[in-house]
């Protein structure tokens, strides 16, 4: 009888242990996993913090302007989760903003060190940066990459999204075919297929290129493209080539030039962003202050978000 009731006794500590165990177990499994908390974005790490996939947005600026932050914030919320943003900046760069911090720690805003040598005071900086192999591998594995700049804006009341355009090998503000103005897509807000543009920066030399053409005499001339590509499919009735000393219309060109490559007939590129060319409901702007008085009243109500940028850019791209 006494080795029963011992018996019994120890099966229910048993029972009580196990029980004990699992609320235990419940409780710790209700305060990490499901009790909100204000670093709850800390909580997994490795489970949230994304890496460059597919898609990335790039923006490369050196200066200590106020407006960087809000920018890249306001292109981080459109975007979403699938494009991180790398920003390259010099060691120096710094921000009391905890909601870009906190973007940091999560992964979606991303810091590369940009050496305080490399200046952009004039065009030709930004195009040689923009023409060598090296700042492309740096965006590796992607395959779609956004540029964007201080003087760029994306509207949330836009129809289009970015994914819209992604079947094209390069899309930015058309430029409008005026004397002088040249021919293609402005870079400062542009997306670009990585691997093609990697084809074109190891095959090609922008500065050797821009070189030959001060030697030839044709310095700042329009070249037209000469690949298989109609470029009246691209800008019907062109009366204008591109100028290849500035890298956007130097890509533009190379594009053109390159079998296979995909480029949007005007009727698309405009709906992507606007600079010189009008459209009511774009994905986005380049350089909104170029637009008219008449302009900026729509400006003020369908893409509101256009204050946010600014025309003092590192240069004109």
Partial sequence: MNSTKQHGMHSRTLYRVLFATLVFIAIAFTFIFLIPSRNSYNILPSFRKPSIGSKVAVIFDNRADSRL?????????????????????????????KTFQRKIKDGFIQL??????????????????????????????????????????????????????????????????????????????????????????????????????????LDGVPILPTGTNDINAIFPGHGNSPRIQYEDQWFFKKFMELPGA??????????????????????????????????????????????????????DA
């Avoid at 949007?264 to 010189?276: A, D, R």
């Avoid at 202050?289 to 025309?311: G, M, W």
Wanted: charged share 15%.
């Fill in 112 to 217: 590369r060190d940009l050496s305080s040598a490399v200046g952009f005071e004039k065009h030709t900086d930004v195009s040689a940066f923009m023409t060598t192999p090296w700042l492309w591998e740096q965006l590796a594995p992607a395959k779609h990459v956004l540029f964007f700049q201080l003087d760029s804006i994306l509207c949330s009341n836009s129809p289009f999204e970015i994914n819209d355009y992604l079947q094209y090998d390069i899309v930015g503000a058309p430029i409008q075919d005026l004397a002088g103005w040249g021919l293609g897509f402005n870079g400062g807000l542009s997306l670009r297929n990585l691997d093609k543009t990697m084809q074109i920066v190891r095959n090609n030399n922008w500065a050797a290129e821009v070189k030959d053409s001060k030697e030839r005499g």
């Fill in 69 to 97: 932050v809000p920018v890249i914030l306001h292109f981080s919320s459109i975007l979403g989760p699938d494009w991180p943003i790398l920003l390259f900046t010099t060691s120096t760069f710094g921000t009391a903003s």
């Fill in 262 to 315: 995909i480029l949007p007939p005007l009727n698309v590129s405009k709906t992507f962003s606007v600079e010189s060319i009008p459209y009511d409901t774009p994905f986005g702007y380049h350089k909104p202050s170029y637009i008219t008085p008449e302009q900026r009243k729509h400006l003020d109500e369908y893409c509101p978000e256009y204050t946010l940028a600014t025309s003092q850019t590192i240069i």
